[in-house]
């Protein structure tokens, strides 16, 4: 009587005794093939108001949120212009604290 596996491309037969009836397609993973590729993921989101980034020439950027990281640290999150023209994004992974000229973070009511 033959038996059905499950594999990464669907349920195959097999002779009964867990050889496959064809050529099985499989992955391995397992923890020692994975890859870290993000150090310092954000694990927390939390909002931004009313914080505000300032920068050396006076500008004031209110923050959308603070981004809290692996690492414990916390930063700003900004609405920025996209690259390609589609309008304004926020991406938490990136830290307003990179712009150059920022000097801090200050409260506003």
């Given amino acids: 009587m033959a038996r059905v596996i499950n594999t990464t491309t669907g349920a195959v037969q097999t ?6 009836l064809g050529v099985i397609n499989t992955s391995r993973v397992v923890e020692e093939d994975l890859e870290s590729l993000d150090s310092n993921e954000v694990l927390h989101v939390i909002p931004g108001h009313p914080w505000v980034a300032v920068f050396e020439d006076g500008t004031e950027i209110p923050l959308v949120a603070w981004a809290i990281t692996e690492s414990d640290r916390g ?30 973070y200050e409260q506003r009511r």
Avoid: K
């Fill in 15 to 20: 002779h009964g005794d867990g050889r496959p």
């Fill in 75 to 104: 930063h700003g999150g900004v609405v920025v212009a996209a690259e390609n023209g589609s309008g304004p994004r926020v991406d938490v992974s990136e830290s307003v604290e990179d712009r150059p000229g920022f000097v801090g």
